[in-house]
């Protein structure tokens, strides 16, 4: 798995993706302190960090809450029905998680910049049962974008929505 290191402090944003190339925190592997959190698995093959905007086409946060998060995992997709994603972890095992899929539809709810906050709900299971759990869909070539963030506060899952280049 990704070695233990510092990620990212990042000052949330309200424009509708960046254009500018990704801050290299965003590839910083995920604190020691993290390693036992849940992310949800790993569907696919394994992606190196410096593979990470191909396997995703892109579409990679370029802000997180400021906190202690790090890279998790990324995989990229196997066969034309799979996913590619990747996981950001903080120590508190608060969750970022995003995927293209290609057989997901954008769904209904309240508008985020080019995203649709599709679900806004407290968890209902794992460690971090009651607090937010967030999931924004957006349609791109290839699929749909599907963010979801558990522990995070709505300004939060909005700010990392909004660094994502769509």
């Not at 500018?20 to 036992?36: D, K, N, R, V």
């Not at 649709?116 to 070539?141: F, I």
């Amino acid at each position: 798995m990704l070695g233990a290191g510092l990620a990212a402090c990042a000052t949330p944003s309200t424009t509708a993706g960046p254009t500018g190339p990704l801050p290299s925190i965003i590839l910083s592997p995920q604190h020691e302190a993290a390693q036992s959190c849940p992310n949800g698995g790993v569907p696919g093959p394994e992606v190196r960090p410096d593979q990470i905007e191909t396997a995703l086409d892109g579409h990679v946060p370029h802000e997180l809450p400021p906190s202690d998060f790090g890279l998790a995992a990324a995989w990229g997709p196997v066969g034309g029905s799979a996913t590619a994603g990747a996981v950001w972890v903080d120590p508190r095992c608060r969750v970022v998680r995003i995927v293209v899929d290609p057989n997901a539809s954008v769904g209904t709810g309240p508008q985020v910049g080019d995203w649709t906050l599709t679900q806004s709900q407290p968890c209902a299971t794992g460690l971090l049962q009651g607090a937010p759990c967030l999931e924004y869909r957006t349609k791109v070539n290839g699929g749909t974008l599907v963010l979801t963030t558990v522990g995070l506060a709505r300004e939060e899952g909005d700010a990392v929505a909004n660094s994502v280049p769509v």
